[in-house]
């Protein structure tokens, strides 16, 4: 996750824009523009659904004795430390004073937006002319960017410049780490993770999407695009399972690109991604009409983003905007009143040079001066100052994504994966007992047996770990468990396991926090199985 990846954005206290601005439509892209993310297909294979809903240098001093050389390195470094510590000291009671600064509570909810979909179905384009038409980029800004994009033969890429900010990105034309940004409307605010969509950074579109609440699935509807991504062994489909599988409530699919001249806004080739999609979406554990929804839209010229489309160019489409269907999704449920539970997704020193945390709080909440737990290790911390993306707040609640400047921790003991917690600490544990779904094994290692190695990915957290137990093989339709214990699984089973950790990691049961119990394995490139905690430590004596 890089946190600073939109800080050139000039405007993120921009007021909401409404009503929206009409949609940029600059001049269509060559038709000979190199691809944004190269395509890269996976093995074909069929996959089974997830059925749940430096260090200070020397200084140089002149030839001296021996002892007097010493004695001047000594007094050096003790007084660097000296000053190093009176600078943060002084930066804490600057934030302390601060602490007494007007803050602003926005009352309108916070909802975090995942993007995600294959390489080149246009995620990074749709986020960065959200962020222009919702005004957090202004026109000298956009101008810079399109000067870039013309200087590197890459005229179609601006927008896509606005989100992929580092140079290895523009480089490679693929999104590398997770995108953030932050936008606002008349409803809600929200934070824009734009993931990427290589299978070669799928452990980075997990971080990503674990942090989201509602995903929007771009697809391409540019003749051969689509097939790619969904046919013939793309990220389309394994992006949909993981964002089920981490938690995302609502999934809006985009079909992109409609105004390519091999489409042309047809209704014919928009129901025919349709038709192919829903099925898969649907065995996902997504609803169609109830928390899933399909809006045709081009990510390049902006419309069907912010308003709805016109007759004259899409007569066959009578549904919302993109930026319309967000805004009318329900509330997010959010445990307020639960045990504080915030996942690290990083751990930095702001530009005070004060420690801070940064993650999505999924329950209890967060207040400046209270003091807090992070796990493992229950070091005691101090909640200095909260911030989001664009303000100070001095109550942070779940569902929001925040910075937090702490006193009692640093970089050299704490890391991403750790959680922050009130007095009622989260379990840490090496062990647990979860129920699994496994997708697809590989060629070389197609039965999955007690010793079968993997990682899993659980919240922020990323560790080795090892199935030591299959318990019983569960019954994909009625759910019932087999007596006997299994040997071996195969691909498309589920079975009851038991994992040991590399190190102890922050989990819950899925039954008390969905957020902490959810779980990916991954073995190499290949997502192999997905689950849900159920026991957490060592296994029970009966």
């Not at 909810?109 to 080149?120: A, P, Q, R, S």
């Not at 999104?175 to 993931?195: C, M, N, Q, S, W």
């Not at 549904?319 to 319309?324: T, W």
Request: aromatic share 6%.
């Amino acid at each position: 996750m890089n946190p600073n990846a939109v800080s050139f954005v000039p405007r993120f206290a921009a007021a909401a824009q409404t009503p929206a601005p009409a949609p940029v439509k600059p001049a269509a892209p060559p038709a000979t523009a190199e691809s944004w993310e190269d395509n890269d297909d996976e093995p074909k294979g069929k996959v089974e659904a997830f059925h749940y809903t430096a260090a200070p240098s020397t200084p140089e001093v002149p030839h001296q004795p021996t002892e007097s050389v010493f004695k001047i390195e000594e007094d050096d470094f003790e007084d660097e430390d000296d000053q190093e510590e009176e600078a943060v000291t002084q930066e804490i009671k600057k934030l302390e004073v601060k602490e007494e600064e007007k803050v602003v509570e926005d009352a309108r909810e916070h909802v975090n937006l995942v993007f995600i979909g294959h390489v080149d179905a246009g995620k990074s384009t749709i986020s960065g002319q959200i962020m222009l038409l919702t005004g957090q980029v202004d026109e000298r800004t956009l101008q810079k960017y399109t000067k870039d994009a013309k200087d590197q033969n890459r005229e179609s890429w601006v927008f896509a410049y606005i989100m992929d900010t580092s140079e290895e990105e523009r480089a490679k034309g693929k999104t590398v780490e997770v995108g953030r940004a932050h936008f606002e409307t008349a409803k809600k605010r929200y934070t824009l993770l734009d993931a990427p969509g290589h299978k070669g950074y799928v452990p980075n579109m997990i971080g990503g999407a674990s942090q989201a609440d509602v995903a929007v699935l771009v697809i391409s509807a540019r003749k051969g695009e689509f097939e790619t991504g969904f046919e013939k062994g793309g990220q389309t489909r394994e992006h949909a399972r993981l964002v089920k599988t981490i938690g995302v409530k609502y999934l809006i699919v985009a079909i992109n690109k409609m105004d390519d001249p091999t489409v042309e806004w047809s209704q014919e080739r928009y129901d025919e991604c349709v038709s192919k999609l829903t099925p898969f979406l649907k065995a996902t554990g997504f609803t169609p009409k109830k928390d899933m929804q399909f809006l045709p839209m081009s990510g390049y010229t902006g419309l069907n983003m912010m308003t709805p489309l016109t007759k004259e160019i899409c007569p066959w489409f009578e549904g919302p905007s993109l930026m319309g269907a967000l805004d009318a999704l329900p509330a997010v449920e959010r445990k307020v009143d639960a045990p504080l539970r915030m996942p690290v997704v990083d751990i930095f020193r702001n530009d005070r040079g004060v420690p801070t945390l940064m993650g999505k709080v999924e329950a209890g909440t967060v207040v400046v001066g209270q003091t807090y737990n992070l796990m493992p290790g229950k070091i005691a911390v101090e909640a200095l100052a909260i911030e989001t993306d664009i303000s100070k707040i001095k109550t942070a609640r779940p569902g929001e994504n925040v910075r937090i400047a702490i006193r009692g921790a640093d970089e050299s003991n704490v890391s991403a994966g750790f959680v922050l917690c009130d007095k009622d600490l989260v379990p840490c544990v090496s062990e647990i007992e979860a129920i699994l779904v496994i997708q697809e094994l590989s060629k070389e290692k197609s039965l999955l047996t007690a010793g079968y190695e993997a990682i899993i990915h659980i919240h922020s957290t990323v560790e080795d770990c090892v199935i030591t137990e299959l318990i019983s093989q569960v019954d994909m339709k009625t759910n019932q468990e087999s007596k006997k214990k299994p040997t071996f699984v195969k691909s498309g089973s589920m079975v009851r396991a038991r994992l040991s950790v590399s190190k102890p990691i922050c989990v819950e049961p899925f039954s008390v926090l969905a957020q902490l119990g959810r779980f990916t394995l991954r073995d190499g490139t290949k997502t192999i199985a997905m689950g849900k905690v159920t026991a957490v430590g060592p296994k029970k004596a009966k």
